[in-house]
């Protein structure tokens, strides 16, 4: 949906900074309208005519929102790719998972690569629908998901969408704003429940946190890199383009293939203390709903 309707919107304007911006803006309603509607309507028909099969229904819808097992199969992929099969095969499985360019990254970069995207995707893909789906059901969560999708594909600040894309990247730090902080402190409690270095965690995550263009990105990329003693971030090429970054943590030890799966007993640690949370804070909606 949003890559046919950016042809027909992009199709119809002028190719002027106001222009641009006002399309953008446009397929961001568009796309966010019907990814909020369509799950109301289905959920509003099959509570309508049974409970249980509303209740399946929005809990499969539930199950396709979030992204842990997902986020951890695909990053195990680059792990596997890099050790058993070489440097070729780590840039290509690490290039299923980032924005970057991948072609000529060290060793070292792909390891970062992997370990930052199972950092900032343990809240854009769950904790952040985690949370709008205990707040508002799937319906909510399918919004948030229209909203963080659209970033991914449209919300660079490159020639093509620097300005086409600035509703879906403005909102996406918008709906993201909290679920990123929330994130950050959930890992943080990971940390110390998984036996890794909290405190250096909660230095890192303090100082460097907001060592990124994006307000939310460096949030739980901090507290990973506290956590694990590595450095990550730093230099990186996007469509043929050096982009130059903060590193953020501290360069205690060099970082190794086996972070990746360190990254990953954050991943689920923090999952499972959000369930934990979150679940609370449903309970708790349905309480105040009743009296």
Not at 60 to 84: N, P
Not at 223 to 230: D, I, K, R
């Amino acid at each position: 949906m949003i890559t046919h309707l950016e042809k027909i919107i992009r199709g119809c304007l002028p190719k002027t900074k106001p222009a641009e911006r006002a399309g953008g803006a446009l397929l961001v309603f568009c796309v966010t309208a019907v990814s909020t509607v369509a799950p109301f309507g289905l959920l509003f028909f099959a509570y309508r005519m049974d409970f249980y099969l509303g209740l399946a229904a929005e809990s499969f819808m539930c199950y396709q929102i979030l992204a842990v097992k997902s986020l951890g199969t695909e990053s195990k992929r680059v792990y596997d790719a890099l050790t058993m099969k070489g440097l070729e095969e780590g840039r290509a499985a690490v290039s299923m998972i980032v924005g970057r360019d991948t072609k000529e990254l060290t060793e070292e970069g792909v390891i970062k690569a992997a370990v930052e995207t199972v950092a900032e995707n343990t809240s854009d893909g769950v904790i952040a629908p985690m949370l709008y789906m205990a707040v508002g059901g799937a319906v909510l969560g399918f919004a948030y998901k229209s909203v963080n999708t659209m970033d991914s594909m449209i919300g660079y600040k490159n020639e093509e969408y620097l300005y086409f894309g600035t509703a879906a990247a403005k909102l996406d730090d918008f709906v993201n704003y909290v679920p990123a902080r929330l994130s950050a402190v959930l890992m943080i409690l990971a940390a110390f429940f998984c036996g890794m270095d909290w405190r250096k965690a909660v230095y890192i995550y303090r100082r460097d946190r907001f060592k990124h263009k994006s307000p939310n990105a460096a949030q739980t990329e901090a507290v990973m890199a506290g956590a694990l003693h590595v450095q990550l971030a730093g230099d990186a090429w996007y469509f043929g383009k050096l982009y130059e970054k903060p590193v953020i943590g501290d360069d205690i030890r060099e970082i190794g293939a086996e972070d990746i799966k360190r990254s990953h007993r954050l991943l689920y640690g923090t999952a499972v203390l959000g369930i934990f949370l979150l679940l609370a804070v449903k309970i708790s909606l349905a309480v105040v709903l009743v009296m």
